[in-house]
């Protein structure tokens, strides 16, 4: 039993529990103080996401959120600026941390269809090096942006970009491996374009908590002093660490699952006449403008299926949600428009 929740929550992939396998590596996990630099399971895991992305070192943070940050302060310096969609986490959904902590100015455009900043209006955004400008020096993306997988010709144009404007490129990669199973690609084929990535543990892949930021030495070593500035230096953390190990080990190659479950999820509500946007991955965008979404989202609780109601209605896909349960989703939205 996977997740021993009695609802079919698809608010969010945040929402799965450990399995058996996963609490049974953290109770035997071989821990010590990873302050000291001592806890043997948290440098397994850095060193295995290290290898995997292709990148020299990792660093272990307890949230997305905080390894984010602690890339923006270890990239920027205060009076720098970084550009970043309009929607994407690091800017809109992280209290603005960058600025408030950092002194760092973010510049947000527009994201394209497709998830993408487009670039000729990255290079416009750039400010010049003149006494009037914060300092342009970061480029944040996202991937999987809203479910949506950056395409390969786009990731391939970026090193040769940053690199005639001397811009640093972040990778928001919560859902990386998402992107990389969609694509059928070695997640490395997406990471090697950037500077740095942030990978989560605790989204679909099932960890109850915990990031992993990656990048070159000198990177990560500046990266864990600001860490341990914002309060993430923990101690015993060989235990979280150990249900991440459990989850890169388990829990990657099933994402397959979650994106064929949301396609099925994305095709039925089709069926009962909802306009849905490409599902690429494990998330699915319903149209409710002509809905009244807090009615549907007491109906389906009726059924113990929990949605957070919008009228741009997302649902996501996780190891917590089976065939089976798509079918009674279905059947309950049927019932409930
Ligand atoms: C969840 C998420 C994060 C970080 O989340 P935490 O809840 O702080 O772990 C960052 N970026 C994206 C795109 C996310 O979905």
Known sequence: ??????????????????????????????????????DPTVRLLEETLARRLGKAEGLFLPTGTQSNLVALLTHC????????????????????????????????????KDGTLDLEAVRLSIKPRDIHFARTSLVCLENTMQGKVLPLEYLLSLPVFAQQHDLRLH?????????????????????????????????????????VLLGSAPFISEARRWRKVVGGGMRQSGILAAAGLYALQHNVERLADDHSRAIALGNGLVSLGFQIDPVQTNMVY????????????????????????????????????????????????????
Not at 298 to 305: N, V
């Open 1 to 38: 039993m996977i997740c021993p929740d009695e609802f079919i929550d698809l608010r969010s992939d945040t929402v799965t529990m450990p399995c058996d396998g996963m609490r049974s590596a953290m109770q035997s996990a071989r821990v010590g103080d990873d302050v000291y630099g001592e």
């Open 171 to 211: 990778l928001d990669g919560a859902r990386v491996f998402n992107a990389s199973v969609a694509m059928g690609v070695d997640v490395k084929v997406i990471t090697t374009m950037f500077d740095s990535i942030s990978v989560c543990l605790s989204k679909g892949l099932g960890a109850p908590a915990g990031s």
């Open 77 to 112: 310096g205060r009076g720098d600026e970084y550009i970043a969609g309009q929607q994407s986490h690091t800017y809109k959904y992280e209290g603005g941390g960058g600025a408030v902590l950092g002194g760092i100015q973010p510049q947000p455009l527009e994201f394209c």
């Open 286 to 337: 319903v149209d409710c403008s002509q809905y009244d979404v807090e009615t549907i989202r007491q109906r389906l609780l009726r059924k113990s299926i929990r949605i957070t109601p919008s009228k741009r209605l997302r649902l996501v896909t996780h190891l917590g949600i089976s065939d089976h349960q798509i079918a009674l989703v279905l059947e309950a939205f049927a019932d409930s428009i």
